[in-house]
């Protein structure tokens, strides 16, 4: 009798990606042949990879994919009404900020990559904000006390939330519809309602707990704004229970209405002027009036022929920059994806970035890096030489002094015309600070929690800077060719995330549902770009339960400590552009709510 593993007529994609086996045999009736269970509680698919959730969104027209369902819906509603890729990717954001608080909102910060049709090129935008131009560090260090390191709540943490300006940037250089109409979605859907879904109410439920243990404890200094604008009769809302943010909606109807000066000069600016007054906040309307966003240029490195692209810092992008010149030095391919010598060389590449991500990556009007170095194949190389195939390392350094010259949401859009948008924004640790200003419907970011308090360091905190961020979107070209519009939302999951989604693509060939669906790996324990805990035990490499267990076995015995988890993995979007056919290929996030949809 032959021994079946039972995928019940799937086709593995490659030999080297593999699941989780049962030891356990049956007799089939009908064949008479033995047959492994995989007795996972999972259907079975007719083609592609037993693990895939589904295939890839296929259409050619237009391609939305986003974390929420409606906001996908939104953004493809925007597209065949005539708006571009920017429109709609706009429309779906403000949609999210509503639906998807628990990730983003419009009082955080946003930063873009965009592929415009036109001038055949990337164009980057960093729309994060700037601490308090009125408090110094030693300000700051009064107010929180003698800690070592900013809260993540309350108004320690507080920066100018960047999104707004940073839509009415992108949308002056790349929309076609009026504002207003891209807000109406929004608006409409923060009057009537929706229902909230099944990952978003779970987290709604653990920020109420959260925010009201705080406020408590005496870190949150205001607590009555968040519960009348996200509380049901004093509870957080359920799976598939009506929300509706009116607050919102009228905050959205005044910037629709009078552009981003609504929000940084107008009643808005006020409002959260006085806010910030009342409870003792840092932010005044100078800070707001005085906020801008900042076109940047991509940076790229090419890996196996597919050019990789992120933003430059104060973003995290070119860790996962970093990690690629690191990993060219090693066939991926050949050692099996998700196999103990892939998962340990990309776990120790991870930890060679980090350092350097901790040691340099800052607000680059406060510190200059040398990128074309940081970059290079050379560095890349000398890098790579650093990790010893058969052990985890424990303590790492930060590379060359040389480099020195001086919960989050992710959507892509793409139109008819070409246009790609790779779009991420947050509030950072989850819903933010906690703090929700006087009638305005949404909650600051705490991405201020980001700053170093070690003077010297480049991200020490300052007045009128902007913080280290981990919100970092990614672009792949192909002989100057758009060719991917991928994200991989989740704290420094991200950079992780980017490189294992560019590999499990480019090593391993999966199509772009798959690449996502595929069990991953997330290091935690590097040296915190706040300089604070460096990393001295190797830290924790938290796995997926796909991961097969002799994989798992030979991993520690390599030093490494793992932690089988369901959390940390992050969440993925992508749009990929065929070269040949031009059909647009989109892919979503099973881990989360939301889906990829075309046209």
């Known amino acids: 009798m032959k021994i079946l593993s039972l995928v019940l007529g799937c086709a593995v994609l490659a030999s080297t990606i593999s699941f989780a086996k049962s030891s356990d045999t049956i007799v ?60 709609a990717a706009i429309a779906a954001n403000a949609a999210i900020g509503l639906m998807e608080p628990t990730g983003n909102g419009i009082g955080g910060d946003l930063f873009a990559i965009v592929w415009d049709p036109k001038t055949q090129k990337l164009h980057g935008l960093n729309g994060s904000g700037r601490s308090a131009k009125g408090q110094s560090l030693a300000q700051l260090k009064a107010k929180i006390g003698d800690v070592s390191q900013i809260p993540n709540w309350g108004t320690a943490p507080v920066t100018v939330p960047g999104t707004v300006d940073a839509w009415f940037e992108l949308h002056q250089k790349f929309g076609k519809l009026p504002m207003a109409t891209n807000l109406s979605p929004a608006i409409r859907y923060a009057n009537e309602g929706f229902p909230v879904t099944e990952v978003i109410a779970y987290y709604m439920d653990i920020y109420q707990k959260r925010y009201e243990r705080l406020f408590k404890a005496g870190e949150i200094e205001e607590i009555e704004n968040y519960q009348s604008t996200y509380l049901i009769d004093g509870k957080a809302p359920v799976h598939g229970q009506l929300f509706s943010n009116p607050d919102l909606a009228k ?18 600016a006020k409002t959260m002027d006085g806010y910030f007054k009342r409870i003792g906040g840092p932010l005044r309307y100078e800070d707001f ?79 200059n ?36 010259e001086g919960d989050t949401i992710y959507l892509t859009v793409a139109d008819k015309d070409g246009m790609m948008v790779s779009l ?39 007045a009128n800077k902007r913080p280290f961020h981990t919100i970092i979107p990614a672009f792949i070209t192909k002989d100057n060719k758009p060719y991917m519009s991928f994200g991989l939302m989740g704290g420094a999951m991200q950079p992780q995330g980017h490189v294992q989604m560019v590999t499990n693509i480019v090593d391993f060939e999966m199509n772009v549902q798959q690449a996502g669906d595929a069990a991953r790996f997330h290091h935690k324990g590097s040296t915190s770009p706040t300089w604070e805990g ?66």
């Open 289 to 367: 009036a005085e906020h801008s966003s900042e076109w940047i240029n991509p940076v790229s490195v090419n890996y196996r022929g597919y050019d990789v692209w992120e933003l430059p810092p104060n973003g995290q992008g070119i860790a996962a920059l970093q990690m690629l010149t690191v990993l060219e030095n090693y066939d991926l391919k050949s050692m099996g994806h998700n196999s103990a010598d892939y998962l340990h060389v990309m776990t120790e590449a991870k930890k060679l970035a980090f350092e350097d991500r901790a040691r340099f990556y800052a607000d680059p009007t406060y510190q």
């Open 424 to 462: 991420i924004q947050s509030n950072y640790r989850g819903m933010g600070t906690g703090l929700v200003a006087d009638g305005l419907g949404f909650i600051f970011q705490n991405r201020g929690a980001q700053y170093s308090l070690t003077p010297g360091h480049p991200n020490v905190y300052a």
């Open 28 to 87: 089939d009736d009908v064949t008479g042949e033995l047959v492994q269970l995989r007795e996972d509680g999972r259907g079975d698919r007719v083609v592609g990879s037993p693990w895939a959730t589904r295939s890839p969104i296929l259409a050619v027209n237009g391609m939305a994919a986003t974390s929420h369902p409606l906001a996908t819906q939104v953004a493809i509603d925007i597209l065949q009404d005539g708006g571009s890729a920017m429109d």
């Open 369 to 404: 890096i040398n990128l074309d170095y940081l970059l290079s194949e050379k560095y890349g190389k000398q890098r790579a030489q650093r990790i010893d195939m058969k052990k985890a390392a424990n303590q790492l350094e930060h590379g060359d002094p040389k480099l020195i």
């Open 251 to 268: 905050t959205l109807e005044k910037i629709a209405k009078g552009g981003r000066d609504a929000f940084y000069k107008g009643d808005i």
């Open 534 to 599: 460096r990393m001295k035990d190797g830290g924790v490499l938290e796995l997926e339960s796909g991961v097969q267990a002799n994989v798992v076995r030979a991993l520690q015995k390599r030093g490494h400590k793992i932690h089988i988890t369901s959390g940390p993995f992050g969440g993925y979007q992508a749009i990929l552009k065929d070269l040949a056919s031009g059909v647009y290929h989109g892919a979503s996030e099973m881990r989360k709510d939301g889906q990829a949809q075309g046209y």
